[in-house]
T-cell receptor, first 113, second 113 residues
Framework: GDSVTQMEGPVTLSEEAFLTINCTYT??????LFWYVQYPGEGLQLLLK?????DKGSNKGFEATYRKETTSFHLEKGSVQVSDSAVYFCALTRNTGGFKTIFGAGTRLFVKA | NAGVTQTPKFRVLKTGQSMTLLCAQD?????MYWYRQDPGMGLRLIHY???????AKGEVPDGYNVSRLKKQNFLLGLESAAPSQTSVYFCASSYSAANYGYTFGSGTRLTVV
């Protein structure tokens, strides 16, 4: 079945450091890929998306490229801020069957001032 | 702009008690979902609905029931609560999740003692 694997955390960085959170997936067909962010005590919020191979999703300085050849969707940001501290979830959504979404386990990011 | 509203936000139940979690959305979305979030496991789908009057099982449906009598509401019931159902429950809705992703509520933290 479909699955999403993302790097274990926590990831601890200093402010202005470069961020990479790895995400790989297993799925048949052509799912859409997403990154969601969860701040403490809140629900998940959509951060960015890519709906087909080679698409690049971007938002708030974060980027991720849908790589079908490596089944990956790694999240990157050039310069993190303290306010980026949160839990990040990689996810895939099928285009059929009720648009069910499979989530990775989440990666907690701590950014130090 | 309310989005997705979950009630209650917190609840403590005794083993064997029953309760209903309410999810309401004001975006006219067809698709609604209930997930549970447990440490290190990401989010797992309990039940979902593809429209008013429809429901379907997700990955972990045992011990839960749902109803979607009105398009804007999706209720999650616990018939006889067990400690294993201690979790944070999230409701989400979507217009077309493969293209737009989910909108999440802020969650219900349930403890079963």
């Amino acid at each position: 079945g479909d699955s999403v694997t993302q790097m274990e955390g926590p990831v601890t960085l200093s402010e202005e450091a470069f961020l990479t959170i790895n995400c790989t997936y297993t799925a048949t067909g052509y799912p859409s890929l997403f990154w969601y962010v969860q701040y403490p005590g809140e629900g998940l919020q959509l951060l960015l998306k890519a709906t087909k191979a080679d698409d690049k999703g971007s938002n708030k300085g974060f980027e991720a490229t849908y790589r079908k050849e490596t089944t990956s969707f790694h999240l990157e940001k050039g310069s993190v801020q303290v306010s980026d501290s949160a839990v990040y979830f990689c996810a895939l959504t099928r285009n059929t069957g009720g648009f069910k979404t499979i989530f990775g386990a989440g990666t907690r990011l701590f950014v130090k001032a | 702009n309310a989005g997705v509203t979950q009630t209650p936000k917190f609840r403590v139940l005794k083993t064997g008690q029953s309760m209903t979690l309410l999810c309401a959305q004001d975006m006219n979305h067809e698709y609604m979902y209930w997930y549970r979030q447990d440490p290190g496991m990401g989010l797992r789908l309990i039940h979902y609905s593809v429209g008013e009057g429809t429901t379907a099982k997700g990955e972990v449906p045992d011990g839960y029931n749902v109803s979607r009598l009105k398009k804007q509401n999706f209720l999650l019931g616990l018939e006889s609560a067990a400690p294993s159902q201690t979790s944070v429950y999230f409701c989400a809705s979507s217009y077309s999740a493969a293209n737009y992703g989910y909108t999440f509520g802020s969650g219900t933290r349930l403890t079963v003692v």
